[in-house]
Each structure stands twice: as structure tokens, then as C-alpha cells.
């Protein structure tokens, strides 16, 4: 007798481990992932910067669209759904609120060059000053966001980023200072194999070695 499929439970997933990193927008010809590789070996050196311990949460990514219905004469349901808009973002609630590259990112005031940020303080005095600008500026990143759960892994490449919310700061008397952001995804540019293409996401998926096909991931 012929079954229906069944899921695989070695393919179930939870993230133990989830962190995101920040890099300049639209990263073409290097420093672009493309598999799990470490980060932080690919060139030019320190591309990517880490903004630290997350919330037990992870990341939140949606994918909303935005659709009209068109109704006519002599019925009550629509006739034809238009597609209107669609946009991906992503959730994150970081824990290192003295992290640089966070407190960059809450302040809209710019991650690169690093070099030169105003968060880095000066010699002497190790007090680092900054204003805080408005209008805000147009500040745009590549980002990553990893997952991870024994071996296997999910990463989220973002090529065009920017933070369009921000939760509250709130300066307490607690374990740690939480921020809360929320980044909208644009149209980047991605380069793969083939040539670049445009694109607001790529997703890597690592079944602990296993092609993701019908044969391996159902049973």
C-alpha cells in the first residue's frame, strides 16, 4: 500500500546558536559568502563585523506582501487578486548595547570605515562622542544571519539592509541593556556562480550533509 510522506525527525530544527553580522552594502567581488565559510576568512580582512549575543529569540525574517482583490458584477468574492508590493525584513534584539557596531546601528551613525567611526574613542581619554543626526542618514549594509543547530545550518544573506526600527533603549537596572531593530531588505546585487544577480536574500541551507531531495529528507 502506497503512504504519504513522511517528514524526516533527524531534519527537525532548532537553533541553538544564532548571530548576526553587519558589512558594507552590496558586497560583489569579495567578501561575499558563499556557503557556511567562516567569516571572518574572507577577504578583504574584516569585512564582516559581529554584533554580539542575541536574545534567546534569534532573528525573526518575514516575508510580507501586500495584494489587492477585484470584485465584479453579480458576485460577492473577487474575481482576480492583484500583487501590489511585497517586502522581507528581519528581527533581531541584541544584548551588547555597548557593542560598537550595535550602538552604531541604534544611533544611525555610520559601521564603516571603522577607522574613522565616531565610536572610536579617542587615545588618551578612551571617551568616545558622536551626534546623534536628524534628519537621519541613509545608512545601508549587507548582512548574515546564522543559525545554527548541531550540524545542521541555515544562513541568511542580505546584500542591501537598512534599519528601519528601533525599539526602546532602555537604560535599567537589569542583567543587560537590550536593543531591539528591525531591518528591511532591499534590491542588491548577489554574485554566485554564473554571474551576479539581484536579489534581496540568499538562503543556505546544510541538511548535515544531505541534498536537500525528496529521497533524503522524506522517509
Known amino acids: 500500500m502506497t503512504t504519504a510522506?513522511?517528514?524526516?525527525?533527524?531534519?527537525?530544527?532548532?537553533?541553538?546558536?544564532?548571530?548576526?553580522?553587519?558589512?558594507?552594502?552590496?558586497i560583489v567581488t569579495s567578501g561575499v559568502p558563499v556557503g557556511f565559510e567562516d567569516l571572518s576568512t574572507l577577504t578583504p580582512a574584516n569585512s564582516w563585523r559581529c554584533l554580539g549575543w542575541l536574545d534567546v529569540s534569534?532573528?525573526?525574517f518575514k516575508n510580507d506582501e501586500t495584494t489587492k482583490d477585484i470584485g465584479a458584477a453579480g458576485t460577492l468574492s473577487s474575481i482576480r487578486t492583484v500583487l501590489t508590493g511585497g517586502m522581507k525584513s528581519g528581527q533581531i534584539t541584541a544584548l551588547e548595547a555597548l557593542n560598537p557596531?550595535?550602538?552604531?546601528?541604534?544611533?544611525?551613525?555610520?559601521?564603516?570605515?571603522?577607522?574613522?567611526?565616531?565610536?572610536?574613542?579617542?587615545?588618551?581619554?578612551?571617551?568616545?562622542?558622536?551626534?546623534?543626526?536628524?534628519?537621519p542618514a541613509d545608512n545601508r549594509y549587507s548582512m548574515v544571519f546564522d543559525a545554527i543547530d548541531g550540524t545542521k545550518k541555515m544562513r541568511l544573506f542580505a546584500p542591501n539592509v537598512k534599519c528601519t526600527a528601533r525599539g526602546d533603549d532602555q537604560v535599567q537596572q537589569a542583567d543587560v541593556e537590550a536593543l531591539q531593530f528591525t531591518f528591511s531588505f532591499y534590491p542588491g546585487v548577489i554574485n554566485q556562480t554564473g554571474g551576479p544577480v539581484t536579489g534581496v536574500a540568499k538562503r543556505y541551507i546544510n541538511f548535515t550533509g544531505s541534498n536537500?531531495?525528496?529521497?533524503?529528507?522524506?522517509?
Do not use: H
Not at 112 to 117: H, L, M, N
Open 101 to 135: 557596531y550595535v550602538r552604531s546601528l541604534y544611533d544611525d551613525v555610520p559601521v564603516f570605515p571603522v577607522a574613522s567611526s565616531p565610536l572610536k574613542p579617542a587615545t588618551a581619554t578612551l571617551i568616545a562622542s558622536y551626534i546623534i543626526p536628524d534628519p
Open 212 to 219: 536537500v531531495t525528496v529521497a533524503n529528507y522524506f522517509t
Open 5 to 26: 510522506e513522511v517528514k524526516s525527525n533527524l531534519n527537525t530544527f532548532a537553533a541553538g546558536d544564532v548571530v548576526a553580522y553587519v558589512a558594507l552594502p552590496n
Open 58 to 60: 534569534g532573528y525573526i
